[in-house]
């Protein structure tokens, strides 16, 4: 995932530097995210979720406070 939002990231950059010269990249990593988080929900739309598994809670064993 990392690669493909680094690519997304360039390649929205090198689109806003052509009609911004002054348009600098870390304008673009925030330009971009919400566009790329909508992308990215189709992908995962199309992909089945994975299920955790459920783990029980231990109980706390030996926690009585003590009397002075």
Not at 18 to 29: G, H, I
Not at 31 to 51: G, M, N, Y
Request: charged share 45%; hydrophobic share 25%; net charge positive.
């Amino acid at each position: 995932m990392a690669e493909t939002w680094v690519q997304f990231a360039t390649k929205y950059y090198h689109q806003q530097k052509k009609s911004n010269p002054d348009y600098k990249f870390k304008n673009a990593l925030k330009d971009a995210a919400p566009l790329f988080k909508k992308d990215d929900k189709k992908v995962e739309k199309t992909t089945k979720p994975v299920k955790e598994k459920k783990t029980a809670k231990k109980g706390k064993k030996g926690t009585r406070s003590k009397k002075n």
